[in-house]
């Protein structure tokens, strides 16, 4: 049996490169957008704003690539897996895209009200989110099964950081300091940035089991970890 | 022509030689009645070999021999007792090339059943009849059954040998590589009659087009080097196969 590459496999590599360059897109995208938040950095901001068309321009890109494929070569096994996989990943990168500009735009808008600052808690948040996003794109590059689980498993732990860091944005009832309009805003800004961050962290959560069925050929999605650990 | 077949067929360890040449490979494998099994594998793999051995075509052949065992719904078809022209109506052949009789499209099917036979013209009339529907060709030659054969296209002259092996009413039917000189749509018309007739008989078909294996079958069986590598439902051959040898093939990956 000799190996050899055929038209389709060149196809293939080529939609793949593609596929990763949209992934580095969306991961720079979220990168950006948080340390436009930290660092109040408007320009850094503004340019993940208007750099969100090259996401979406590389999400058609790659839908038209992996239907043109399907319909002309007809891939089977890994290969089908693959181009299955490839189309739910670009929308969920697409979205990616989305949630970092929403957090841009909270940047740009927390920016006007300089002397209020990033609670702990959605520090915590975005370490997390970003965390997992680079896991799961990795996961998915090297096809590092245990990591792809690791990812999918945590989400439970961001719903849990997401609920505290509503409760503790809340003013308590015998808080003594003044429950300002200013403060309100920013609160709201802070719980607008923590709900973009949980869904990027669902979103890396689907490509870690993007790239569980791609390399398992079975759903990580309905399945206990028990069951997914025995297999 | 309504009775449905149960009959199956079972192979246990086949073992089969040209001469010196040992051409099969222990191979085990079951076909389930009513249920359409693709045999795939790269060329002089043996697929044609294992399908002649299930009508006993191979017997044709000076110098061949056959061990394990074949069972044709329980029953040992290399048995000594066994009537093989018997068999060979229950297990019916279609082949890559047509080959009709230099006959009327009419004879062509009657043929089988006068062998076998059938005197009665109203009979013979109606189960021709009844054979070319099935084998989807009647609305093209209804109107000229005197016709010759030969002045069919090779996708009609397909389908008429298929209403020729059907015509007899066998248990099951193998074919090998029926469609692999028709044009698309003569191809489509005989998967078409493939899922159709596997709700009366227990089809087997060899295939190098991967497509049509994952489209027309129920099973598939890869075979390489005289050994049967991996079988299963093609659902799942064709998603997630088992073997690497497997994946590699039908992904295109060797050959
Ligand atoms: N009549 C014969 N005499 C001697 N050897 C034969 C004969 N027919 C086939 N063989 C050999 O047996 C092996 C299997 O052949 P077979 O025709 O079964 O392969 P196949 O899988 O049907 O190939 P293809 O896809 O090309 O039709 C090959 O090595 C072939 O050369
Ligand atoms: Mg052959």
Partial sequence: MTAHDTHLHTQLTHLRTRLLVMCAEAREAVERACIALEEGNTPLAVQVIDHDHTINALENEIDSLALSILARAQPVARDLRFLVSTLRMAVDLERIGDEAVSIAERALLIQQDKDQCTSPQLRELMQVARRALQSALTAFQQEDMPLALQVSRGSADVTQLEVRLLHDSLPSPESAEPNSYG??????????????????????????EHAYFMVEGTSLKHKTHAEAQGQ | MTTQSNTGITTKNVQFYYSKHHALHDVSLDFPSNKVTALIGPSGC???????????????????????????????????????????????????????FPKTIFENVAYGLRVNGLANQTEIGDRVEAALKRAAIWQEVKDRLDASALGLSGGQQQRLCIARALAVEPEVLLMDEPASALDPIATQKIEESIHELKSHLTIIIVTHNMQQAARVSDYTAFFYM??????????????????????????????
């Fill in chain 1, 183 to 208: 403060r309100q805003l920013h609160t709201m800004h802070q719980l607008l940035v923590a709900r973009a961050l949980t869904r990027i962290y669902g979103r890396a959560a689907n490509i870690a």
């Fill in chain 2, 46 to 100: 043996g697929k044609s070999t294992f399908l002649r051995c299930l009508n006993r075509m191979n017997d044709l052949i000076p110098g061949t021999r056959v061990e394990g065992s074949i069972l044709l719904d329980g029953q040992d078809i290399y048995a000594s007792s066994l009537d093989v022209v018997e068999l060979r109506r229950r297990v019916g052949m279609v082949f890559q090339r047509p080959n009709p």
């Fill in chain 2, 226 to 255: 005289g050994t049967l590598v991996e079988h299963g439902e093609t659902d799942t051959l064709f998603t997630r196969p088992a073997k690497k040898q497997t994946e590699d093939y039908i992904t295109g990956r060797f050959g």
